[in-house]
C-alpha cells in the first residue's frame, strides 16, 4: 500500500512542486510527442522540465509546467484525447488536464503505480492505462469512457507481469496488448495480448530480453490488429515485427545503439525508425527492407494525420522538434530551446495559472531567451556507428534486410521460454523509444519514493557552451 503522503491533494503536491522544477540539474531535454485526434494543429511535447503544447502545429510553444501538473523529477507517459484533454501517467494514479490545458487534477479511480496511458483509436472519449501492485505483482488495465476523467478496472489482472507499455488495435478494441517483465527463474522479456477487452490474456516471451532490455510497444497495425511492432531498450537495439499477435517474431532492424523513434506512416505504406547513433531509416511495410535516409539523431518521431514530426537533443540534431514533409529524408526545425514562449496563458486561480509562472524564471534561464539566433548552430551529420558516412546523405550501402527469428507459439497464460532462436542475415544499426523504467524503480514508487528516469547530461557539455551555440 502507498504511504498516506501519496494520497495528499492535488493542490499540495502543486504547492510542493512548485519551487522544484529543476531540482535534479539535467539539461533540458524531450522524449514524447503526440497530436491531438481532434486537431491536426494542437500538439503535445514531453519534456524533463513539464509538458510543451502548441495549437498551431508547432509555430509556438508554451510550457505547462510540473507542478502545475501535480508532478516532479519524472518523464510520464501522456496521451491526448479526442476532445483535446491530456492525460499523464503518474507513480499513485493518472493526472487529467482539461482541454485548455490550464486545469490538471487527479483522476478518480485509479490510485496506484501506472506505468502507461493510451487513448482507444476506435472510441473517441475511451481511453487505458496499465497499473502495477508491486505488492501483488500484478498488472491491471483500467479504462475511461469520459476523456479520462474517470476510471474503472478493465478484464481481469495479469499475474507476474510487470508492465511497461500499452497499446489498443485501431482495428479492434477489444485486442490489447501489454509488454513488460515476468521474474521467475530469471528476468523476462514478455508480450501479452487480449483478444476480448482483458477478459483473457495469452503471454508470449519476446526475443533478446535481459536484464537491460526490456520490450516496448512501438506500433499496432491500424488495420491489422495481428500485427505488432516491439522495440528493445538495450543496446544494441532490436526492432521486432509480429503478425500473428506476438506467437512468433522477425528481426526488422538491428542498431548498434539503442531504437529511440519509430512510426508507421497513417497510410501504413512505411515504417521510420530513429536513434542517436545510427541515424533515420526507413522501410516499406510490405518488406521491412530498410535503408539509411540520414545521420540526423533524433530521439521520438511520431507520424500521424498532424504529419512527420521528430524530437531530438538541441544540440545534436538541430533543433528540439522538428517536421519533415518528405517521408523523413529531411527536417525543419519547429522548436529551438530558447524559443519556448513562456507558461502557457491560464487564469491565475487554475493549477497551471498559479504554479508555473513563479517557475518560469529558473527555467528560461536553463532554456535561452535568444530565441533570434536560434537554429544558427550547424549540428554534425556524421553518423556515429561503424562504418558510416561522414555525410548526412545515406551511403550508398545503408541497407539492411534481415532474416526471421523463429520460436514455438506459446498459447498458454503462463509463459514459457522460448526454444533457441534462429537469427538469418543482418547487421547492425539501431532506433530508440521511451526510457526503460525497471522494476527497481516500480518499487521504489511503490514505498513513495520520487523517482526519476531523466538522463543527467555529463559535464563535458556544460550548459554555458551549449547555450553559446543556440
Known sequence: MLPAFAKRSFLVLSLFFAGAARANGAFPEVSQLVADPGDPAHLVLRSNFGLLTTRDTGQNWDLVCEGGIGYQNIEPPVAVLSDGSTIAALASGIARGDPSACNFSVAAGVTEYVADVSRVPSAPDHAVAIAVDIAANISRIWQSTDDGATWTPLGVPIANLNALTLDVAASDANVLYVSGTTQTDTLQGVLARSADAGQTWTVYNVPFASKVSAPYIAAVSASDAQT???????????????????????????????????????????????????????????????????????????????????????????????????????????????????????????????????????????????????????????????????????????????????????????????????????????????????????????????????????????????????
Open 228 to 470: 505488432v511492432y516491439v522495440r528493445m531498450s538495450g543496446t544494441p537495439g532490436y526492432l521486432l515485427s509480429s503478425h500473428d499477435g506476438g506467437a512468433d517474431f522477425a528481426l526488422a532492424l538491428q542498431f548498434l545503439g539503442p531504437v529511440e523513434g519509430f512510426a508507421v506512416s497513417p497510410d501504413e505504406q512505411f515504417v521510420l525508425a530513429s536513434g542517436s547513433v545510427d541515424g533515420v531509416w526507413r522501410a516499406p511495410t510490405s518488406t521491412l527492407a530498410f535503408e539509411r535516409l540520414s545521420c540526423a539523431k533524433l530521439s521520438c518521431l511520431s507520424w500521424t494525420d498532424s504529419g512527420l514530426f521528430a524530437c531530438a537533443d538541441e544540440f545534436e540534431a538541430g533543433f528540439l522538434v522538428g517536421q519533415s514533409t518528405d517521408q523523413g529524408v529531411s527536417f525543419q526545425p519547429r522548436l529551438h530551446l530558447s524559443c519556448v514562449r513562456g507558461p502557457l496563458d491560464c487564469a491565475a486561480t487554475s493549477s497551471v495559472g498559479a504554479v508555473c509562472p513563479p517557475a518560469w524564471p529558473a527555467i528560461s534561464e536553463q532554456l535561452g531567451d535568444d530565441c533570434a539566433s536560434a537554429g544558427s548552430f550547424t549540428p554534425s551529420t556524421t553518423c556515429r556507428d561503424a562504418g558510416s558516412s561522414a555525410s548526412d546523405a545515406a551511403p550508398s550501402d545503408a541497407s539492411r534486410t534481415f532474416g526471421t527469428v523463429t520460436g514455438q507459439p506459446q498459447n498458454a497464460v503462463t509463459p514459457v521460454v522460448n526454444p533457441a532462436l534462429s537469427l538469418h542475415g543482418g547487421c547492425g544499426c539501431r532506433v530508440a523509444s521511451r526510457s526503460p523504467r525497471p522494476n527497481a524503480w516500480l518499487a521504489l514508487a511503490s514505498l513513495g519514493v520520487c523517482w526519476s528516469r531523466r538522463s543527467v547530461r555529463k559535464s563535458r557539455r556544460s550548459f554555458s557552451r551549449r547555450a553559446s551555440r543556440c
